[in-house]
Nanobody
Framework: QVQLVESGGGLVQAGGSLRLSCAAS????????MGWFRQAPGKEREFVAR????????SYANSVKGRFTISRDNAKNTVYLQMNSLKPEDTAVYYC?????????????????WGQGTQVTVSS
């Protein structure tokens, strides 16, 4: 069982930056690949970024590539999402999720545990 708690969301102007954190409980954080997803009102939850168990491998949605960076600190049981050059279309609730599988999953259905989400609002 893994419990995830996101923080760091807020209101920012376009072009600004935010850093999201996701703290995980439990002793087996490093056993999970971690992902960030987002969901805007009226839209489906979509993949943002993923990081491997060791942190050596990452993948991103095309819409955030070059602007967002996912990282993790296994000693602190925490995964981060650094978001730069934010755009109004980045406005959404952002969720972190843990995946025990071995594939580089990008579908929400493949993740086992979810946080409660943190709101990110980017004003124009």
């Amino acid at each position: 069982q893994v419990q995830l708690v996101e923080s760091g969301g807020g209101l920012v102007q376009a072009g600004g930056s935010l850093r999201l954190s996701c703290a995980a409980s439990g002793r087996t954080f490093s056993s999970y690949a971690m992902g960030w997803f987002r969901q805007a009102p009226g839209k489906e939850r979509e993949f943002v970024a993923r990081i491997s168990r060791s942190g050596g491998g990452t993948s991103y949605a095309n819409s955030v590539k070059g602007r967002f960076t996912i990282s993790r600190d296994n000693a602190k049981n925490t995964v981060y999402l650094q978001m730069n050059s934010l755009k109004p279309e980045d406005t959404a609730v952002y969720y972190c999720a843990a995946d025990s599988g071995l594939r580089a999953a990008k579908s929400p259905d493949e993740y086992d545990y979810w946080g409660q989400g943190t709101q990110v609002t980017v004003s124009s």
